[in-house]
């Protein structure tokens, strides 16, 4: 059974940073990408970002240049680290494992997701 486990999240001022960090266990680790959504109240599921198993990444055109993601193999665990975090970015985060490894470009519609977390809520204050 996997189980992916979203925390870091928390109330912050605009400008600030956050690391999220979504623990993973019940398959390999090292061997799966994994995805990076979040939802905003009234709003649909967002594609945030996405991790290759090999290291590249794919990160939403909106958000590049303050969101990048990174991995620990060793301890099962993929990062979102966010900078100059604005109001609009205030969501739940959700990071989520696709079915199917391996594809290109990166899925970024969530019916490619076999496997989410509960989400960690993020606000940013003005």
């Known amino acids: 059974q996997v189980q992916l486990v979203e925390s870091g999240g928390g109330l912050v001022q605009a400008g600030d940073s956050l690391r999220l960090s979504c623990a993973a266990s019940?398959?390999?680790?090292?061997?799966?990408?994994m995805g990076w959504f979040r939802q905003a109240p009234g709003k649909e599921r967002e594609f945030v970002g996405f991790?290759?198993?090999?290291?590249?990444?794919n990160i939403a055109d909106s958000l590049k240049g303050r969101f990048t993601i990174s991995r620990d193999n060793a301890k099962n665990t993929v990062y979102l680290q966010m900078n100059s975090l604005k109001p609009e970015d205030t969501a739940v985060y959700y990071c989520?494992?696709?079915?199917?490894?391996?594809?290109?470009?990166?899925?970024?519609?969530?019916?490619?997701?076999?496997?989410w977390g509960q989400g960690t809520q993020v606000t940013v204050s003005s």
């Open positions: 989520a494992l696709p079915w199917y490894s391996g594809r290109y470009p990166a899925p970024v519609a969530s019916n490619r997701y076999e496997y």
């Open positions: 019940g398959r390999t680790f090292s061997s799966y990408d």
């Open positions: 991790r290759w198993k090999g290291g590249n990444t």
